[in-house]
Structures are given as structure tokens and as C-alpha cells.
């Protein structure tokens, strides 16, 4: 099989990479973009540390393969950062909470808290760990990583800042 290349949107900019069909994204965002922040853990999506937001969505990129972004919006935990080099509130959250160990599974939770909080900026605790169960951490107990989303979704300012958009607590529910 021939290469392909692919045109897509990597953390608000306009890329194209020349692929194999099998290459998965994952591949792709380290070895072609050289952007780290998504692990390799278990290769078979079931472990989270490989997450990204595609079109706004949590997706393990070890499973998608590089030719189904074409035309498609993806973030990475790299691209989470306001302008200035700001870390995002969810990263602010997960330091100053205690959130973060390790720092294998941080990535993939941020980005999965971030989905959640675009979509619902008030969720329950229930609905916060239903966003996160795709992610897997063996450091923390999960306890102060519910603590930092909490914390941000009770943060009126991050509201302001116009970083989530409503949707209704029935249409996430079912989502999640």
C-alpha cells in the first residue's frame, strides 16, 4: 500500500503528514508531530493514556487510524494551554488538588475532564466519574482527580471565560 496524506487540524493549526493506512493516530501525534503528552499504555484502548479530543470528543488514538482525521479537529494535551503559555484551569486544577502522581494517566484525564466540562459545566459527581472511566489511574484513587474537576466546574470565572458551552444534563447523561 501506497502512503496518504492527510490534512487535519492538530491544536488550532492546519497540518498535513504523509501516513501509512495502518498507522494509528497515536503514532502520528508522537512520532510525525513529536508531541508526547499521549502515552502508549496498553495499545488496545481500554487503559485512557492515550486520549486526545477529536472534534471535541475523548478518543483513545491508539484506535483510530491516521486517515479517519482527514479534515477533523484534534487536541492534544499540548495544545491545552491558553495563549501566553497559561496552563488551562483543568491543569491548574490537577496540580494545585493533588491530582497528579505519576503523571502517565494526567493527559488523557484533563483532556477527558475538558470534553466533559465543554459539554456540561456543572456535572454531578456521577457524571464526572462516568467522563473519566475510560481513563485508568493506578496513583491517585481517582479521589483528588474528582476534586480538581470539581473544583473547576464550581469556578464561575472558567465559565467566563467562556471555556464550556451548555448542554443539557438528560443529553450528557446519555452520552456518558
Known sequence: MMKRTVHFRLNGESVEVEVEPWWSLLKVIREEFDLTGAKEGCGYGECGAC??????LPVNSCLVLAPQVQGRDILTIEG????????????????????????FCTPGMILA?????????????????????????????YVKIIEAIKSVAENERTHEMGLSKNHSRKEIENDY
Open 113 to 141: 475532564a475538558k470534553a466533559l466540562l465543554d459539554r456540561v459545566p456543572k456535572p454531578t459527581e456521577e457524571v464526572i466519574k462516568k467522563a473519566i472511566v475510560g481513563n485508568l489511574c493506578r496513583c491517585t484513587g
Open 51 to 56: 486520549t486526545v479530543l477529536l472534534d471535541g
Open 80 to 103: 491545552l494551554s491558553q495563549r501566553g503559555g497559561y496552563l488551562h484551569p483543568l491543569q491548574k486544577a490537577f496540580m494545585e488538588k493533588g491530582a497528579i502522581q505519576c503523571g
